[in-house]
């Protein structure tokens, strides 16, 4: 049972937190850990309530000296009874580590035998840990004791110190919301710095010792930049005493933003090639989780119904952040290519909600909403904002919100009653139709003959969703191109909807020069932009020659857009591919078209049938991107070895598998080398054991996913058989459960065969064992399993019946929420294929 809305509000009423003492024992075995919480918390005399615990068994609980009786538990909630003003809780408790990521989370790293535990407490996982009132506007001080194993090092929110051997404390905190709480242990390498006064950790497993040394000064360089930016942004210091970033195994999420002690998934130490992209990813990541210590730490909303703001925040405030103050000045164009084709194919979904004001009754509710909208469309969202108020009202009114409900709590009313009066007027307006209705305006470029350059009067045209009208007023740029790309002409519009008159195109198209309207240049607003006819037949041409990577960027999501709405034709896609890819050099735009083109066009939009055709044109393409590539450091060797690793010729991927003839900097590119296994496996052109071969080389956690991953993805009904069974069984005492990462990595090979009769029996298996794994995975990870397992690759009228008849059932809500997405993005496919008739 997860906590209501109006229980938490209830619950407020009745208590407040004083102060938590936890004492967790990590040196019980590999199973469970002991707890101890005491909590002291002031309440109305003789009232009621119940506190958030889960544990497999409660040893004993004590309010203010008499011992509660065993039936006090029910479920998750503690039940105490004749509260007096001041309380006192000392409850004992054995708990059990996750295997989903969540609770306190212990993973086994193979390649040294050595093992960690990370605390993620978001959003309801804190009652794994500890006793509490587990909502985000209790918050209190924290001090944490934790005993564990010798030679391990324990971080904390509170700068830790072993005060004994194998016994560590924390310095008191200031004052948190429950779900913040984390402690992180195990024989982490660490690299320590200091800035500004403030002592900085980066920490990550063992084995990840020469990555990170390798890697730290670069993330500690951002790390610096961010706070400096921040403090003089924000006019407020860094509150939470020491700074570690600890990078952990097996992490659900991208990073969480613990005060001091933020947890990020340890990918992000890469051990294998890392282009730009993932420079890029990391650093944002970094700048993002800093941004929290302000707007989600210091101050927290009151309820998971603005967690919105959180996210939409600190989203935009990270690429903000990147661009005016570290080496990564091209954050925007990630943001373009990636973040916010994310945020466009949840606005399509049936699942879509409006940025604020979604409602969130329970926390299993507030979970579903955590998505592509509330972070990229929120941070979109937020850009128009400052066009419309202007960045010095903003500033101003993010300083004042942050001053007001610092160390404590606060809702979307109070921060837009902030801006609102930093800018001196109403936002009320403004609010309802970008904030409170979901949807998107849809930008056009109407003119009066077939050809652009045939027009005196070409207009932008806004039309906003017919099923959610709402009045939005859009800052975008307009921007006409020839044949080749060079920029004709451009019109800066401010505050506009309706039609609109683009004087300076107009100036601009009496003669032939334009072949080419874009109608949202730089990717500066929210909103799907469908391409006229004869721009999008000048887009093999033209996109190329584009100079501004971030409009590159943003066509690309546009044409996955169209794509999706069945307006640009598959093949459409891969003829601007190849045309535009070999002279690309911007990684972000080479990692989203070269997955569009082969995960979306080929993987899905494209029958079986046409597939082979289309992956040997593409493998033709990623060789010319290889010849143009000037070496290691040319973004187009990556993408290229990264495409044709997808494609379909044996020979040539055989000498990678072997360690040979790779292209420059991946010789030893262990992750690489998984990546080639994994195709190779799908083609029947590996066999087990040599899969069993490379893990013997690679036996590290990277290497048993990558390992797992190709081992499913074998084309025979044996090995379908096999990998449905490992993923999809009840943990026992023998067999513990697969962790998060283990099942993903096995629901990402599964969907690969010869031919679709393989694969469809599967698609009963996930409709009935999908749902049932809601009994020993939780709701997080779980999530993740149901869209990597959905049988998107079979798309089609039969198996849209089946996914109808599954969203009848009763179904956990991270897995609904999962299929609702698929079958949307399934039903994109079968209307494409209907209109460009296959
Ligand atoms: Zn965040």
């Known amino acids: ?4 809305r109006d229980e938490a509000r209830e619950r407020s009423q009745i208590v407040r937190p004083e102060h938590y003492d936890i004492e967790l024992d990590l040196d019980r075995g590999p199973r469970e850990f002991a707890s101890t919480t005491r909590l002291t918390f002031t309440a109305q005399n003789g009232a009621s309530t119940f506190a958030d615990l889960d544990p497999v068994s409660l040893e004993s609980a004590m309010l203010n000296g008499r011992k509660l009786p065993v039936s006090a538990l029910e479920g998750r909630r503690l039940h105490l009874t004749d509260l007096a003003e001041h309380n006192e809780l000392v409850v004992t408790a054995t708990m059990r580590y996750g295997r989903d990521g969540q609770g306190l989370h212990r993973a086994e790293d193979p390649a040294d035998g050595e093992a960690y535990v990370y605390g993620h407490l978001f959003m309801d996982a804190a ?6 009132f587990d909502q985000p506007d209790l918050k209190a001080p924290y001090d944490v004791t934790v005993r564990a194993p010798g030679g391990w090092i324990v971080v904390a929110n509170g700068a830790m110190r072993e005060v004994e051997p194998g016994l560590w404390r924390a310095e008191t905190t200031k004052p948190l919301a429950t779900y913040f709480v984390t402690v992180c242990a195990g024989t982490f390498a660490t690299v320590t710095d200091e800035h500004d006064g403030i002592r900085l950790g980066i920490h990550a497993r063992a084995s990840l010792r020469d990555h990170l040394e390798a890697q730290a000064p670069e993330m500690l360089t951002v790390t610096k930049q961010s706070f400096d930016h921040y403090h003089s942004l924000f006019g407020i210091r860094y509150p939470f005493g020491e700074y570690h970033q600890v990078f952990v195994p097996e992490f659900n999420a991208g990073a969480m933003e613990n005060p001091g002690c933020v947890t990020f998934r340890d990918q992000l130490v890469f051990t294998g090639a890392a282009g730009r992209t993932e420079h890029l990813v990391r650093a944002n990541t970094i700048s993002h989780e800093m941004a929290h210590m302000w707007f989600g730490d210091l101050v927290t909303m009151q309820w998971w119904d603005d967690l919105w703001l959180n996210e939409s925040f600190a989203e935009y405030m990270a690429n903000r952040t990147l661009e005016a103050a570290t080496e ?7 943001v373009a290519a990636s973040r916010k084709a994310w945020g466009y194919a949840a606005e399509r979904s049936p699942s879509t909600h409006p940025v604020a004001g979604a409602p969130a009754d329970d926390t299993d509710t507030a979970l579903q909403n955590f998505d592509g909208i509330s972070y990229a469309k929120g941070s979109a969202v937020l850009r128009q904002l400052i066009h419309h108020i202007g960045d010095d009202a903003f500033v101003a009114g993010v300083r004042a919100h942050l001053e007001r409900h610092a160390f404590a709590n606060a809702t979307l009313a109070d921060f837009l009653e902030a801006l609102s009066q930093a800018a001196g007027r109403d936002l009320t307006e403004w609010a309802q139709a970008w904030l409170e209705t979901a949807g998107m305006d849809t930008l056009r470029i109407e003119h009066d003959g077939d050809n652009v350059g045939e027009t005196a009067s070409p207009r932008l045209v806004i039309t906003p969703d017919p099923d959610r009208p709402a009045t939005r007023v859009h800052t975008v740029r307009v921007a006409a191109y020839d044949q080749a790309g060079a920029e004709v002409a451009a019109d800066d519009l401010h505050g506009v909807s309706g039609r609109v008159k683009l004087p300076n195109i107009a100036a601009a198209t009496g003669g032939e020069s334009v072949a080419l309207v874009v109608p949202d240049a730089g990717d500066l607003t929210w909103a799907g932009v469908a391409f006229d006819d004869a721009s999008l037949e000048a887009m093999a041409g033209a996109l190329p020659g584009i100079d501004d990577a971030t409009t590159r960027a943003m066509i690309w999501t546009a044409l996955a857009h169209g794509l999706a709405r069945a307006e640009v034709a598959p093949e459409q896609i891969l003829a601007i591919a190849e045309a535009a890819l070999p002279a690309e050099t911007q990684m972000p735009v080479l990692d989203v078209a070269t997955s569009l083109a082969l995960g979306a066009v080929v993987g899905r939009f494209l029958p079986w049938s046409e597939r082979p055709a289309a992956l040997a044109g593409l493998a033709d393409l990623a060789e010319r991107m290889l010849a143009e590539a000037d070496g290691e450091h040319d973004p187009r060797t990556l993408a290229g070895a990264r495409l044709l690793a997808g494609t379909g010729d044996a020979g040539r991927l055989t000498p990678w598998f072997r360690g040979e003839d790779l292209p420059a900097g991946l010789d030893g590119d262990t992750p690489f080398r998984w990546r080639v296994a994994r195709r190779l496996a799908q083609l029947d052109a590996v066999t087990i054991d040599d899969l069993d071969e490379a ?23 044996a090995t379908k058989v096999w990998a449905w069974e490992e993923l999809t069984a009840a943990p026992s005492e023998d067999s513990p459960a697969h962790s998060n990462y283990e099942m993903n990595a096995l629901a990402s090979g599964f969907w690969s065969a010869d031919d679709e009769a393989t694969l469809a029996p599967y698609v009963e298996r996930y409709v009935s064992d999908i749902p049932r794994m809601r009994e020993w995975v939780g709701e997080d990870a779980l999530a993740r399993v149901a869209s990597l397992a959905f049988p998107a690759a079979l798309a089609s009228e039969e198996l849209d019946v089946e996914v109808r008849r599954m969203l009848d059932q009763q179904l956990p809500a991270s897995v609904r929420r999962s299929v609702v997405d698929a079958h949307a993005t399934m039903r994109e496919v079968i209307a494409s294929r209907a209109v460009f008739a296959r």
């Open 328 to 334: 990564f000045d091209d954050a925007w164009v990630d």
């Open 695 to 717: 893990l013997a080389a690679d036996n590290t956690m990277s290497g048993r996913l990558g390992y797992l991953t190709a081992r499913a993805s074998f084309p025979d009904a």
């Open 1 to 4: 049972m997860t906590l209501t």
């Open 127 to 132: 009652p794994r840990v500890y006793a509490c």
